[in-house]
């Protein structure tokens, strides 16, 4: 097999860039700003007519809280173990599964156990989810839905509704999630067996469950988002 030199890595540097700001839906103005540099400089760099050095490299990785490798997608080396790093927000844990900046996000959540289970606190955002319990009783707040998912069910939904995941008793909660901007592309026969399993759940839980709390928030930028 043969293996991207590299100047094949730099010159696909300015693409990647320019797909991760809009993935995330920074403006040029707004990424400038944050990095202390001008926007013609962040044009030309992602439009391939600059080459990325470490001045300008450093600072993107650090805006964008991803590492540096994955940022001008610099080949792996002989060594297969790939080396996860968990981030921890809105007091849970997310390990990113995938390594690309832009497009479709994969990641395994843990939400840890608690004395008692928290109220939902829903918020929005663009995009689209497709989730998958692992093991524990997930509880998903979507719009006026509020589920129990227990291990083996999947839900899909419009993150532009008002939506909260947490706990339903408490206990520990893992889960496969795929998330992207522009819509998660499950295969035909996933994509039934989802909103099955969602459209199921809904009609056993819409008399016995209460209306959720609603009240929109932002997430972390792409990446994160409870």
């Given at each position: ?110 939400i840890p156990a608690r004395p008692a289970p928290l109220e ?107």
């Amino acid at each position: 097999m043969d293996h991207p030199t590299d100047d094949d890595v730099l010159d696909a540097v300015g693409a990647r860039l320019r797909a991760l700001r809009r993935d995330r839906g920074i403006t040029l103005a707004a990424l400038a700003s944050a990095i202390g540099v001008s926007e013609s400089t962040l044009s030309r760099l992602e439009s391939g007519q600059r080459r990325p050095g470490l001045e300008l490299l450093l600072p993107l990785a650090r805006v964008y809280d991803v590492p540096l490798d994955d940022l001008v997608g610099a080949p792996r080396t002989g060594d297969p173990r790939i080396h996860l790093k968990p981030m921890n927000r809105f007091g849970m844990a997310f390990v990113p599964l995938s390594r690309r900046p832009g497009g479709v996000h994969a990641f395994k959540m843990i939400i840890p156990a608690r004395p008692a289970p928290l109220e939902p606190a829903p918020r929005t955002h663009e995009g689209f989810e497709w989730l998958h319990v692992l093991s524990g009783r997930l509880r998903l707040v979507t719009g006026e839905r509020d589920l129990t998912l227990p291990p083996g069910e999947t839900a899909e939904f419009d993150t532009s509704l008002p939506h909260w995941l947490g706990s339903a008793d408490g206990g520990a909660v893992e889960l496969l999630v795929l998330f992207g901007l522009d819509g998660v592309r499950t295969d035909a026969r996933t994509a039934r067996t989802a909103r099955t399993a969602l459209t199921s759940r809904m009609t056993r839980t819409a008399h016995t469950s209460p209306a959720p709390h609603t009240g929109p928030d932002r997430p972390p930028g792409n990446s994160g988002r409870r």
